[in-house]
């Protein structure tokens, strides 16, 4: 993979990773266990959202400049081909909108449904505590636009984890039911946090060019951090065991699938229109 | 004071246009007249929420999706404040969702229609949202002050839904043939239901005298049923689009418009409960509501220990 | 007051208020619920500042808030009326005299 192909595949993997958390965190609004909690969330939900179409418009850019050979081959979404033999320039929108799920980069553990606020909770937790040390590194990133999108990601994120570990201790430390549902939580999630840490093809390839990171390095404090507030909420944490992998090369969960037919129903069933 | 004094100096402030707070005395259908009023308005923004709620998974581009999503977060802010208001006059929201769970209070039937195209989130945010900030910017100058403050708020806000909603109704008018068929059929549903949602006729409207006479209400259900109608003609001819009323025409001697008679037996059976969605938007509340209690308590649980932990450590 | 029925699990009430620029006051923005005033300082930056409207929050829980009776208005505030000396307006100064 050269280098170009590489960071457009990693910033696809982050926007993916936003869009499809902002999906299922957005899934919760009007539906929310209280007004206040419902605003909450949607904000955040909001702030994935926005960061996703900024890494999306600048995945477009990268796509944009590729050579045309690489162009006619990086997706194998019919539409997209079009559009590209067509000499159309793509946008954040055909990204998201017009790619299939084997095209979709996002980590497993953000397309898990929202079950309940426990799950909810422990996957965003999980994800908060992997981005404020992701961001907090892609800040120093040799690409500036990656690290100009980090620098105003952390302030989000920062607010993001101090929600969700509250909430972990919260429900941890709260009644038996919550201490049970939030174990339970913990539990199942697990298995889907080791996929943040593990390094493909193109996390190694923007890792030598000084964009990207060694993420197995960021385990360790990771692990510190969830222990940390795992203790204040009296949870208990999972012994490492099998972890899922495949979201970062496109090899997803069913739910994914049924994330993107709702997510992109009106353009595929109306393809070729301005909405 | 007695009670008669103390009325008298409440007709002398309403009179006057001085604000009511809420520990200033009032009489007593005054405060409940308020309280049905300002939670009907607070569960119909909570309530709101689905029809359009439905689309945040679906919305055609990112821009729609997160401009939706804080739309539709906006209301329930919105119904935050207004239940806050209700609240002021000693009634807790807990209670007033209750009054919304049994079916004993009651929120705008135009939620009660179901969302089935895109369109039609363009048609709630232009008809809906537009009917309502009709109805609400003569509030702002309610009587009662907490009400009146809530409603300054919800206005500020609301300013930029409904031009959300027009931007998509132009966007699809001026698309392909097949996008305008969708906006012209989201308009042909959504037309009658908006102009339902000033209420019914002044001369059946067994509620407006006394509110007019409080100033809670400022207009008549008539009068901004003909505003909206006389200003959103304009709007629709603009986007090419067709009011489905044939006996819509301009009348030079009124000023105003003539428009068709509406089907207020529609309008009752939905009211009653016999609309398309009734239950099924209830139903959500409900389950949402009940879902949350777990949460709820965990919280108010993890609470009350970390203060009992506090009250030790200080003791110590 | 209508009678209030407390219910032991609702969150309490808290009364928010925001400064919305760093050199004028608190005011009252409204309420909310929380079960903890770490939560009502978030519910409230949640809900009263998602257009950016402050940079500073205060919660109280509103049980805590004292209020005077509006009976007793006239005895609290109306001795003020006739002290218009602590009204800038009430000094008369030359035009020329200005951003006093």
């Not at chain 2, 005054?30 to 119909?44: D, E, N, V």
Request: hydrophobic fraction near 40%; aromatic fraction near 10%.
């Amino acid at each position: 993979m050269n280098d170009q192909k590489a960071l457009l595949q990693y910033t696809l993997r982050l926007a993916d990773d936003g869009l499809i958390l902002g999906h299922r965190l957005s899934e919760w609004c009007g539906h929310g266990p209280i007004l206040e909690q419902d605003i909450a969330l949607t904000n955040t939900a909001l702030d994935h959202l926005g960061r996703a179409r900024s890494l999306y418009q600048y995945a477009a850019a990268l796509f944009n400049t590729l050579p045309e050979a690489d162009k006619a081959t990086f997706f194998t979404s019919v539409s997209l081909q079009k559009e590209v033999s067509e000499g159309t320039a793509i946008d954040e929108d055909d990204l998201a909108y017009l790619r299939d799920g084997w095209d979709y980069r996002n980590v497993l553990l953000v397309e898990r449904p929202n079950e309940d606020w426990a799950y909810t909770v422990a996957r965003s937790f999980f994800y908060d505590a992997f981005n404020s040390l992701f961001f907090k590194e892609l800040a120093k990133s040799n690409d500036e636009s990656l690290a100009a999108i980090a620098e105003k990601s952390l302030k989000e994120v920062t607010y993001h984890l101090r929600w969700s570990s509250e909430w972990c201790v919260r429900l941890g430390d709260g009644t038996d039911e919550s201490h049970a549902r939030m174990q339970q939580a913990i539990n199942e999630l697990w298995a889907y946090t080791g996929e943040l840490f593990t390094m493909n093809d193109a996390d190694a390839a923007v890792a030598a060019q000084g964009i990207g990171m060694d993420l197995a390095a960021l385990r360790p404090q990771w692990k510190e951090l969830v222990a940390l507030v795992f203790d204040e909420a009296t949870m208990a944490m999972p012994a490492d065991a099998w972890m899922h992998t495949g979201g970062k090369d496109g090899r997803h969960t069913e739910y994914l699938g049924y994330i993107l037919a709702e997510l992109q129903f009106v353009q595929r069933a109306y393809p070729g229109m301005e909405w | 004071m007695t009670v008669h004094s103390f009325q008298e100096h409440f007709d002398k402030k309403i009179d006057g246009d001085v604000a009511i707070e809420p520990r200033d005395w009032m009489p007593d259908d005054y405060r409940k007249t308020l309280i049905r009023q300002i939670s009907q308005h607070a569960h119909s923004e909570i309530v709101g929420m689905l029809p359009e709620g439905n689309w945040i998974s679906r919305a055609p581009s990112l821009r729609r999706k997160a401009v939706l999503l804080a739309k539709v977060q906006d209301e329930a802010g919105h119904g935050l404040y207004l239940y806050s208001a209700a609240e002021t006059l000693g009634i807790t929201r807990d209670e007033l969702y209750e009054q919304l769970h049994s079916g004993k209070a009651k929120y705008s039937s135009i939620f009660n229609y179901p969302t089935l195209t895109w369109a039609d989130m363009g048609a709630i945010g232009w008809l809906v949202d537009g009917a309502a900030i009709m109805n609400q910017v003569p509030l702002c100058r309610c009587s009662y002050g907490p009400y009146a403050r809530a409603m300054v708020r919800v206005c500020k806000e609301e300013s930029f839904h409904q031009r959300q909603g027009y931007e998509i109704m132009l966007t699809l008018a001026n698309g392909a043939p097949m996008q305008k068929k969708m906006a012209q059929d989201a308009l042909d549903r959504w037309w009658w239901p908006s102009l339902m949602m000033f209420g019914p006729p002044d001369a059946e409207s067994g509620n407006t005298e006394q509110s007019m006479r409080w100033r809670i209400k400022r207009l008549t259900n008539d009068e901004l049923r003909q505003k909206f109608i006389d200003v959103t003609v304009e709007q629709a001819n603009i986007l090419g689009l067709t009011i489905p009323d044939k006996d819509l025409k301009w009348n030079e001697e009124r000023g105003h418009y003539d428009s068709g008679a509406i089907n207020w037996d529609e309008f009752w059976n939905v009211v009653k409960g016999n609309g398309p969605c009734n239950k099924q938007r209830l139903d959500t509340r409900k389950k949402a509501w009940a879902d949350g209690q777990w949460v709820r308590d965990a919280a108010m649980a993890h609470a009350e220990k970390r203060k009992a932990r506090k009250a030790t450590a200080k003791a110590a | 007051m209508a009678q209030q029925t407390t219910n032991k699990n609702e969150w309490p009430l808290w009364e928010v208020f925001i400064r919305s620029k760093a050199g004028l006051d608190h005011k009252h923005a409204g309420s909310l619920h929380a079960a903890d005033a770490e939560m009502a300082i978030e519910n409230a930056r949640d809900v009263y500042t998602r257009r950016m409207e402050g940079v500073s929050i205060w919660v109280v829980e509103s049980t805590n808030i004292h209020a005077s009776d509006p009976g007793d208005a006239e005895s609290l505030y109306d001795p003020a009326n006739d002290k218009i000396y602590r009204h800038p307006t009430f000094y008369n100064l030359p035009d020329a005299v200005k951003y006093m």
